[in-house]
């Protein structure tokens, strides 16, 4: 065979993902809130983007004369604070410094006013209001104070700090110590002198290795770690299980010292870590609203105030092109502008694609907006995305951390696909988390002397539902929903019953 060069065509489809397509793709499943971080980096590196100011509600009434803030009253107001006493006559009153009842007072001169020229008030020393606002203090800080008193060498100071951040938000130490005392080059009976010094800091219970240990310290400050209490704390598995035969037996004690001690133990704080801070709190603030509608349908509106709106400043393009001669700098303006066009589009794709996902949703889960979540039909990604003529990976990212707000509460999109349960009888499928919602009820409708089991709970859904579930699926549904098993639930009622 003679080798060549030659020309061939061929023709063949592909799919090329651009940097704009790729940028437009990801924007599908941003968050509002990490959306709006994306378009505030995008206004300060692109010049042809701005924001577009919201316009005034057309609802607001313009301010007219009647009013205004110095209204009738204020006269009156004037007259009744001139009658009150200065600070001077208050701190007086109380025989201590005018910074001691008001340390927000600025420094008063010898006119008795503020610190101004000519005795003038000047207001713009004043401090914010937000320099009073108190926020949780954090873990860590609070334990590294009681550690730096507690502690009297700089190793042991340093072991603490290690310690510290080795603990989880709920205040438990979640490395052993041998690592710790590898890693700080140290002996473990150093490591282990430290850990006890720290169990006394406040909140007490942390630092411990495991709920035992937690409850422990709490109760040994308390002067209530008996023998006894401290059989019970070696038996908390049954104490779990609600076998209190079992645990009278391995403890040694009555029936009534057991229920005293379980209600001592019931008064402590299983994760004393969580009184604190361990981060900024964010709500959850809804995509998308859905309201009933006039004409008895559903209206869906999208929540406008979360989403950012960005105009291309093409005033300052031309402007600006205009002057430019370098090839670079007219390169640069043309990036810019292109960008700036294809955010605007991309946004308001996004936005058009989350009202058509959201209507179709609603509209396949009518029932369940009508009338609760016995009537929640199954429903998937593919059945979303056929309706709406979309793939099903645009689906799935246009419903991660987007909200619904119905009138039966705040729901994540993503809540409403379920996979479907077949009818024994023929008849509609039943969403798994509607069938999960029926366990329940049984579950917390069922009497002291009749606890179900699950057998009998896949019978009753069978009888009732035409639910056909096995025995082992009734038992995944309760556990994911940490419903304790029909033993343990006797137990616990059986207990309530005794107590009360």
Same mark, same amino acid.
């Given at each position: ?12 489809? *592909? ?36 924001? !577009?100011?919201?316009?005034? *509600? ?9 009013? /205004? ?9 004037? /007259? ?5 006493? *200065? ?48 926020? $949780? ?22 072991? !603490? ?17 041998? *690592? ?53 704390? !070696? ?128 509209? +396949? ?99 009732? +539902? ?24 006797? $137990? ?9």
């Amino acid at each position: 065979m003679a080798l060549g060069p030659r020309l061939e065509f061929r023709q063949a489809q *592909s799919l090329a993902l651009t940097p704009q397509l790729m940028q437009s793709i990801r924007l599908l499943q941003l968050s509002h809130l990490e959306l709006n971080d994306f378009v505030e980096a995008e206004l300060l590196r692109n010049p042809m983007l701005e924001r !577009a100011e919201a316009e005034p *509600s057309a609802g607001l009434a313009e301010p007219s004369d009647a009013a /205004e803030p110095m209204g009738s009253d204020f006269p009156q107001s004037l /007259e009744i604070a001139a009658h009150l006493p *200065s600070a001077e006559a208050i701190a007086e009153s109380f025989d201590t410094a005018v910074e001691n009842v008001f340390p927000e007072q600025p420094s008063l001169n010898g006119n008795g006013a503020a610190g101004g020229r000519d005795g003038a008030v000047d207001w713009s020393e004043a401090p914010d209001l937000d320099q009073f606002l108190t926020a $949780r203090p954090r873990l860590s800080d609070h334990l590294q104070r009681q550690a730096n008193l507690l502690l009297r060498t700089a190793s042991d100071r340093l072991i !603490a700090r290690a310690l510290i951040g080795q603990l989880d938000e709920a205040g438990y130490l979640t490395a052993p110590l041998e *690592s710790t005392a590898e890693q700080l080059g140290t002996e473990l009976a150093d490591v282990t002198a430290v850990l006890e010094a720290l169990h006394g800091c406040e909140p007490l219970g942390v630092f411990a290795r495991d709920l035992a240990e937690c409850l422990a310290i709490q109760l040994r400050e308390a002067d209530r770690l008996d023998p006894l209490m401290g059989a019970l704390l !070696a038996n908390l598995p049954l104490l779990a299980e609600h076998n209190l035969t079992a645990l009278q037996r391995a403890i040694g004690c009555d029936r009534e010292d057991l229920l005293d001690m379980i209600a001592e133990l019931r008064r402590l704080d299983p994760r004393p870590g969580l009184a604190f801070d361990s981060g900024p709190a964010e709500a959850v603030v809804p995509d998308v609203f859905v309201r009933p509608g006039a004409d008895g349908g559903w209206a869906i509106e999208l929540n406008s105030e979360v989403l950012p709106r960005v105009l291309v400043d093409r005033v300052y393009y031309a402007t600006v092109s205009k002057r430019t001669r370098e090839p670079g700098d007219k390169a640069f303006l043309s990036d810019c502008l292109a960008s700036a066009n294809w955010l605007a589009k991309s946004l308001d794709q996004r936005a058009q694609t989350i009202v058509k996902t959201a209507a179709e949703i609603v509209r +396949q889960q009518d029932g369940f907006l009508r009338h609760g979540v016995a009537h929640l039909r199954p429903m998937t990604l593919k059945m979303v995305a056929e309706a709406i003529d979309m793939h099903e990976s645009t689906v799935s990212r246009v419903t991660s951390n987007k909200y619904l707000a119905t009138p039966r509460g705040l729901f994540e999109m993503k809540y409403f696909f379920t996979t479907a349960i077949a009818a024994s009888d023929g008849g509609s499928d039943h969403s798994a988390e509607a069938v999960r919602h029926r366990i329940r009820q049984l579950i917390d409708g069922e009497a002291a002397s009749d606890i179900l089991s699950d057998d009998t709970i896949a019978a009753l859904l069978k009888r009732e +539902q035409g639910i056909e579930l096995a025995r082992r699926t009734v038992a995944k549904y309760r556990e994911a929903m940490n419903i304790p098993s029909s033993v343990i639930r006797r $137990r616990q009622k059986r207990d309530l019953a005794t107590v009360a």
